[in-house]
Nanobody, 122 residues
């Protein structure tokens, strides 16, 4: 059974940091691109970052570039999202996703995690 389990969300003050984890099972992260999406209340789900473990390519949305870092641990079959200099506008539910298509778009997601809530207070 394919599963993606997120962890690491929580409440943090603006300027703080959090590290999200996405533990994959039922498949190898090398076989998929792994992406993080987020969805704030009343807004559409948007792609934040993605990584292709097989070739090391990464993607960052303009809103998080320079603040977030995505990485993968093939031995742990886990992808991480290090989030620094957090802003109140980063508040959202963060979802991990696996995609065969190398396009960070909800329409191309093969598997979703259930999400983890990140709240950044001002």
């Amino acid at each position: 059974e394919v599963q993606l389990v997120e962890s690491g969300g929580g409440l943090v003050q603006a300027g703080g940091s959090l590290r999200l984890s996405c533990a994959a099972s039922g498949f190898t992260i090398d076989d998929y691109a792994i992406a993080w999406f987020r969805q704030a209340p009343g807004q559409e789900r948007e792609g934040v970052s993605g990584i292709s473990s097989s070739d090391g390519n990464t993607y960052y949305a303009a809103s998080v570039k320079g603040r977030f870092t995505i990485s993968g641990d093939n031995a742990e079959n886990t992808v991480y999202l290090q989030m620094n200099s957090l802003k109140p506008e980063d508040t959202a539910v963060y979802y991990c996703a696996a995609l065969r298509a190398r396009r960070i778009d909800p329409a191309y997601v093969d598997y979703w995690g259930k999400g983890t809530l990140v709240t950044v207070s001002s």
